[in-house]
C-alpha cells in the first residue's frame, strides 16, 4: 500500500550543479537529458540544485558501452556526497559486469546494506528506467517498473531520513577493495558514456537549504 502520507508526483528537473570535470557534463533541459563522460580527464558528477524530503525519483538511463571494467556508474540519493554521516539510497552499476545492479542504502553514514539484482539484459544495449520510491515508512527499487528490493523501516533499525540531493557520477573504482568490486580499469574503449534521459524529481518535497550544511 502506497504511503499516504507522500505524493508521487514528479516532474522533469529543469536545474543541476556539476560537482567536478564540468567539461565532461553536458545538461540539455529542452531534452531533460544528461550526459556523463569518463576519459583522460577523469569522471564527473552532477546533482540536482535542491534536496528533497521523501517522493519519488526516476531516470531512463544506458549505461556505456565497451569494457568498462573498473568503473561505477550510478544514480542515487544522498544528503551530502562526502559527509561521513549521510544518508544514501543507490542504484550502482559494478563495470566489470554489465548484467548487474547493485542496491544499498545509508543511514547516518552507516551502510554495508548491498543487495546484487540480475537485470536479464546488458545495461549499455538500450535505455531502461530506474527509480528510486523513498517514503518514510519503507524504500522500493524499480527497474522498468518492477519492484526488485523493498524495505521497510523498522524500530531500532537506521532508515534515511535527512532530505537529500538526487546525484549521479561515473568514476573510476578499481581501487575499491583490490579491484574485486568493480573490476581492475582497463580504459580500452575510452571514452565511455553514461546517457540519462527523462530525469524526474519529486513535486513538493523540495527542502530549501545549501548545499553544505
Not at 565532461?24 to 552532477?46: F, K, Q, V
Not at 561521513?84 to 550502482?92: H, L
Not at 531520513?161 to 580499469?185: Q, R, V
Request: net charge negative.
Amino acid at each position: 500500500m502506497a504511503d499516504p502520507a507522500i505524493h508521487h508526483e514528479t516532474q522533469p528537473i529543469n536545474q543541476i550543479a556539476i560537482d567536478y570535470t564540468p567539461e565532461a557534463c553536458t545538461h540539455c533541459p529542452e531534452s531533460n537529458s544528461i550526459t556523463l563522460t569518463y576519459d583522460h580527464r577523469g569522471g564527473a558528477r552532477w546533482r540536482s540544485t535542491t534536496r528533497f524530503h521523501y517522493g519519488t525519483f526516476s531516470s531512463l538511463i544506458q549505461c556505456p558501452k565497451g569494457n568498462t571494467s573498473g568503473l561505477n556508474f550510478n544514480i542515487y540519493l544522498s544528503s551530502l556526497e562526502g559527509d561521513k554521516s549521510q544518508d544514501e539510497i543507490d542504484f550502482e552499476f559494478l563495470g566489470k559486469d554489465k548484467t548487474i545492479v547493485q542496491t544499498n542504502y545509508y543511514a547516518s553514514g552507516t551502510g554495508n546494506r548491498e543487495e546484487i539484482h540480475d537485470l536479464g539484459f546488458d545495461c549499455s544495449d538500450a535505455f531502461h528506467e530506474y527509480v528510486i520510491k523513498w517514503c518514510p515508512s519503507f524504500i522500493e527499487w524499480l527497474i522498468d517498473g518492477k519492484v526488485v528490493r523493498k524495505v521497510e523501516k523498522r524500530g531500532g533499525e537506521g532508515f534515511p531520513e535527512k532530505p537529500m540531493f538526487l546525484y549521479a557520477s561515473i568514476w573510476d573504482a578499481s581501487y575499491i577493495c583490490d579491484a574485486t568490486w568493480t573490476g581492475p580499469y582497463m580504459g580500452c574503449d575510452a571514452p565511455y558514456v553514461c546517457l540519462y534521459k527523462d530525469i524526474c524529481v519529486p513535486v513538493g518535497t523540495a527542502v530549501e537549504c545549501s548545499c553544505d550544511s
